[in-house]
């Protein structure tokens, strides 16, 4: 019981540092991404869009599943720690040759020689990332989401501050190139400041064998993932042109700022969380009911909201120039709906399964994401995007339903979890919907504010008066935490 307990401790404190630090980092990057915007060119975004695309797909690459191996096991040896390390520089280094070869040819591809002149400096992230991998598993693993938070967000700071200077001072592209160069920089020099790992294990090749079977898997489904979810970019960059790219991945970055933070925080603390109650099964459903009420509670209010308030934010903080972006914005937004719930049960699937099924199941997805991508790419950017939200949506309904055999929760238990947030979100959209003709004569800023104070205040009314359970579970949540 003692045991369970200061679990429950650990995954509180976790949740809250790592809650805290994605929440200001949001804040910083949602400012540098304002001030940044109005300082550079859609195109320029469009550039850095087709870039991200081959940076995560080669990340995927790098770590292939045994960081994810690594937090899943009992204890794992120096050995396998000092093999994992080794493995990622190496196929990093080749990786970033390969790329910088390749950097060339994809220029002429896009029409744009800015992808060959910034490629050489924005792909040193892979080698500098392969640095981090294995002190990220060790303080995971250790629940020293306190250190891990206070690393993120000095780095996120100081990489976003620079941004800013720099296109202030008219460097254009390069401020988004230092941004991500530096963020990883700082992070992987604290990591190893703080962490002088040294070992008189040797790396092995039987080591990495041994925990192949599952990390490759991983790798498979994430290497997937990381190709489908970026590689419409690439088609509208061609078909169309870098500044229309530029209008969707920003649109797509700002949806997703919100709908990340949240989700990179409840995962990065309930997996390695989740991993040490695998065995109790009355106490996994329980955490799994709780994490997505929770999630489904903060979340949907915030997409819906968004969509509401989409024309007045873009108009008040960036300007006339990015306008086009609010259709797509408006649509993907809907698609932070479904995304954070599926990778809660994506996470169900790391702990309890043996790999196989979550490989089964990327094969089904993309396979339905190619039918989507074929039929919409053609047919305009907007179609792609309520392509993509569709997607979100059926990827939620495959992994719940692969999660349920794994775990004692009912469609029943799982939509009644769910659905009181969501009717709360949507009466709330209704009445920002309903209020706008009456508003319509106030400045963007006087109506941005009435928006938000309206749906926050009604929100959190309606939820008090009807005595929601995610309210009442969020609210002690929060007190507990003030209280550690």
């Known amino acids: 019981m003692y045991r369970v307990a200061k679990l429950e401790h650990k995954v509180a404190s976790g949740v809250a ?20 915007a109005r300082q550079l060119a859609p195109a320029d975004f469009g550039v850095m869009a087709i870039m991200t695309f081959f940076t995560s797909v080669s990340l995927a690459i790098v770590d292939s599943g045994f960081s994810q191996t690594l937090i899943r096991k009992e204890s794992p040896t120096d050995e396998e720690y000092r093999s ?96 991500r160069l530096l963020q990883m920089g700082i992070k992987a020099a604290a990591f190893w400041m703080l962490r002088r790992w040294t070992t008189s294990a040797r790396p092995s090749f039987a080591a990495l064998k041994a925990m192949a079977p599952f990390s490759f898997r991983l790798l498979a489904t994430d290497l997937i993932a990381s190709i489908y979810n970026n590689v419409a970019q690439l088609f509208i960059g061609k078909m169309h042109n870098t500044s229309t790219l530029g209008f969707y991945s920003q649109a797509q970055k700002l949806k997703d700022l919100p709908v990340t933070s949240s989700v990179q925080a409840v995962q990065g603390v309930t997996y390695p969380a989740l991993s040490k109650i695998a065995d109790d099964e009355e106490k996994f459903a329980e955490g799994y009911l709780r994490i997505m009420r929770l999630l489904g509670f903060a979340l949907f209010p915030v997409m819906l909201g968004f969509v509401a308030i989409a024309s007045d934010m873009f108009l008040l903080l960036l300007g006339e120039r990015w306008m086009p972006t609010v259709p797509y914005f408006e649509i993907l937004s809907l698609s932070g709906l479904a995304y954070p719930l599926a990778v809660v049960s994506y996470n169900v699937l790391k702990t309890k399964s043996d790999g196989r099924v979550i490989l089964r199941l990327e094969i089904i997805k993309r396979v339905i994401m190619t039918a989507v991508l074929a039929y919409t790419i053609p047919r305009g950017v907007e179609s792609v995007a309520w392509g993509m939200t569709a997607m979100a949506g059926i990827e939620f309904l495959l992994n719940a339903h692969s999660a349920m055999r794994y775990v004692h929760v009912s469609w029943r238990g799982l939509l009644g979890a769910l659905l009181p947030a969501l009717l709360l979100s949507v009466v709330m959209f209704a009445v920002l919907y309903l209020l706008r003709p ?47």
Request: contains cysteine.
């Open 17 to 36: 540092w790592s809650f805290s630090e994605k929440l200001l980092t949001m804040i910083i990057q949602m400012v540098v991404s304002i001030v940044v």
């Open 84 to 179: 994992v390390l080794r493995f990622n520089v190496v196929v990093s280094v080749v990786l970033y040759a390969l790329l910088v070869i390749l950097a060339k040819p994809l220029a002429q591809l896009y029409a744009s020689p800015t992808i060959a002149h910034i490629a050489p400096v924005l792909f040193l992230v892979l080698p500098i990332n392969s640095l981090c991998v294995v002190q990220t598993v060790m303080y995971t693993r250790e629940f020293r989401f306190a250190l891990l938070s206070k690393i993120v967000f000095v780095a996120s700071l100081i990489s976003g501050i620079t941004a800013v200077v720099m296109a202030l001072a008219g460097c254009g592209i390069w401020s988004l190139v230092a941004q």
């Open 438 to 484: 009456y508003i319509a004569e106030l400045h963007v800023a006087l109506r941005l504010a009435v928006d938000v104070v309206v749906a926050v205040v009604l929100y959190v009314t309606l939820a008090a008066i009807f005595r929601l359970r995610a309210f009442k579970e969020g609210v002690a949540l929060f007190k507990g935490l003030i209280n550690r």
